[in-house]
DNA sequence: TAGATTGTTAATCGATTAACAATC
DNA sequence: TAGATTGTTAATCGATTAACAATC
């Protein structure tokens, strides 16, 4: 039996459906819907309605019998819940193609993720500006963190420059790295990591293209083993 | 009771574990190292050693009782498993920041897969060169997929642009769509999506920088319904 | 009030872990 | 042969779905 003043830890599986729910809350939200019901949210969501109210409960009730839930305040809550209420600072580390491209890309900042600064080792790139964002020295990048509170950093180096990189970052007030290099960080638990691996995705994508082949060999293997009468 | 020649289905669970178990025997076939055990490879990888088992299970008997498996021989098999064998042809549309960070990058490359065009409205970018891929009109995509046999489309384009290209795209033999756009694509079951939306990743992170906050909220609530004696 | 829809408990389903006979 | 380690069955754990009393 759950304990009162016990907070029992929300899976993965939830936190991974919270963005879904708070996008398509924004959508009804701009449409002016007022309610919405588990079961409507369920029609375009692809959520089950059991579900949804499962995974909203694991936060509060935040919903009312006979009526469903409002969409602003269950917009609201689930911003809050996901950390959208206040901004967030960003640094780039590695201003090479993907650095750069997410420094030019402005879809961030409609979420308070505020890109700040952008450090490279390369002195062409140096005291360059991508953005308004300025491209500061590596050897900078320590101070400028703590100096300004920056929660998260993006990391868009090569990886055999990651290891150097985390291990002075986490000396520093970092909240979370988004990790984009294919290398598996291992740092103090009070530094969160969330991966972006895009080869895994495209290895799952060209899995699932291959898949139908894969399927016709494996049941060729096994008619041999079992030969049809 | 299974029977000869049925297939079950491989969980998704299952299958984003494969690009790990590709990339970590991968390391280990550059040090020469000629065998590895499923307990070996959960000390790194993290996971179980009979979870690994079960996984490799899904796919055929790769291992040896006493011995375990034989890395080369099993890098092969889970390079087959997820089409890494056969090189595939990739275009990438929209030749944005992100189409253009990704058309720059030479790292797909190496696994096979090869980025042959590039496609855009604007006709200050058409005609130009990206890595001496060419980019060309976006009127000409549906052709040039056919003609060239081209396996995934790289969908790095604005989300209001997303369901006129998705329609366009559908009625060629394109295997698989990698869709960087936040819009949630529904087409023929032909056709494989798999999706990086970045602003869904950025919110996790949000979530779990922002949990310990959360926690406390939640928990002074729970104190004013349950107060301490 | 009657109808709708929540929050929540119980049932089911699926994935992970444990255990061990088979066998290299 | 003895030791190691697989493949696989059974047990456990966790997540999803179903059901329904509570209540707006």
Redesign the pocket.
Known sequence: MEQPGEIKKV????IKRLPKYYQHLGNLLRDNVER????ELSKILG?????I??D??NFG?????????NVSQLYTEISKILGLNTSHKMVIIGAGNLGQALAKYTGFGIYGFDIIAIFDTNPNLVGREIRDIPIYPVEDMEYFINENDVDIAVLTIPKDKTKKIVKAISKTCIRGIWNFTPVEIKINENIIVENVHLIDSLFTLSYHINEGMLQERLLKQKRKIFPSP
Request: no cysteine; proline share 0%.
């Open positions: 899976s993965m599986a939830v919405v019901s588990s079961q959520f089950t309605a059991s579900q109210r499962q909203l409960n009730e935040f919903g009312q019998q006979g009526y469903g839930y």
